[in-house]
């Protein structure tokens, strides 16, 4: 039977001292508790830590793109060697796999980086990814670590998002543990703080947005404390963290790709008879469009707007925004079919 996936996430703040150095009793810890995990599921580590590793051989070091890209640069095979040591003491290989924004939003290749990952698995090789921060663009790079294993995990059908983070879990106003979250509301998003790491990209606001977007699509989130002791093992078992339970959903393997990993280019409004329509599972028709808000290409992926301006929904589009400008008052010219459109 086929193994249950899991992804894994562990943020710099964790992975690291406060000096930046890589805290190798961390890794090896991870090691141990995903070793003994590693015969019950299939599973992706997505290890922040190249950059903070990587920062003290840059001089002067500010933080600057160009000094990041070069942090990592050093830092990566210093991480995945750390990585190697530990899984090694367990008969477990590893894999580098360093991704790009493109790998998600190109159905192809997307498509060639799950294979690529099943035959790790296969193999019995636990996969180790981080961005490829030396060529990623700032306009394609991921947020953080943390959409990247959000996008990970969907794409793939994680049963398991495991988040691993400096904190106990998500706090409240009185700093204690939100031990459940089965609903995103208002009062959820608020307890979130806009502070963050020093060493790391994310904070919890990205944690709960990508949790949010994990469990719409139909997985499992935990967040907790990575540094506690058999913290991962615990969290596996919701002994402690944040539990973020998942919606049922009957989104396919394409659709739940387009929801998550697509880039979006182009942005539409509709109108709300075209919207009633979508939200029945219909395929949008020029003819229900009332503004092009960001021009596209055909076979890009597009933004569907309300007439208040809330996006409700991604589609990729079957012909271009030039074309769509010139028929706007065609009857039975299809913008985007119903397989293709994914409701948010």
Not at 36 to 50: N, P, R
Not at 155 to 164: D, K, P, R, V
Not at 195 to 201: D, T, Y
Request: hydrophobic fraction near 45%; glycine fraction near 8%; charge should be positive.
């Amino acid at each position: 039977m086929q193994k249950p996936i899991l992804v894994f996430k562990i943020g710099t703040s964790s992975i690291t001292d406060s000096n930046g150095n890589l805290d190798e009793m961390v890794v090896q810890s991870v090691a141990k508790q995903l070793a003994s995990l590693h015969k019950e599921y299939h599973i992706v580590v997505v290890s922040s830590g190249a950059v903070g590793t990587g920062k003290k051989f840059i001089k002067n070091y500010t933080g600057k793109i160009e000094e990041r890209k070069a942090a990592a640069a050093i830092g990566n095979p210093i991480l995945i060697y750390k990585y190697s040591e530990a899984f090694a003491k367990y008969k477990i290989p590893i894999a580098q796999s360093l991704c790009e924004r493109g790998h998600f939003s190109d159905r192809e290749k997307f498509l060639q980086l799950r294979a690529t990952y099943e035959e790790l698995w296969k193999n019995g090789i636990i996969p180790i990814a981080n961005e490829n921060d030396v060529v990623s663009s700032r306009e394609l790079k991921f947020s953080d670590n943390d959409e990247l294993a959000t996008l990970l995990a969907v794409g793939f059908g994680a049963q398991l998002l495991l988040i691993g983070t400096s904190v106990d879990g998500v706090l409240d106003a009185n700093g204690k543990v939100v031990r459940t979250i089965d609903k995103f509301d208002d009062k959820i998003l608020s307890m979130a703080t806009k502070e963050k790491s020093a060493a790391g990209l994310g904070g919890m606001i990205s944690k709960l947005t990508f949790a949010h977007m994990a469990t719409n699509l139909g997985i499992r989130v935990i967040i907790f404390p990575a540094r506690e002791k058999n913290g991962l093992l615990n969290a596996v078992h919701e002994k402690i963290g944040t539990v973020c339970i998942p919606k049922s959903v009957s989104k396919n393997a394409r659709q739940k790709w387009l929801a998550s990993g697509s880039l979006v280019i182009g942005s539409i409004v509709v109108d709300d008879g075209a919207q009633k329509a979508l939200l029945k599972r219909k395929s949008l028709l020029a003819v229900g469009v009332k503004n092009i808000q960001a021009a596209f290409e055909e076979g890009e992926a597009i933004e569907m707007l309300d007439t208040a301006g809330n996006a409700f929904a991604v589609a990729r589009a079957k012909i271009s925004s030039k074309e769509l400008q010139k028929n706007l008052k065609q009857q039975n010219l299809v913008l985007a079919h119903a397989d293709d459109i994914v409701l948010m």
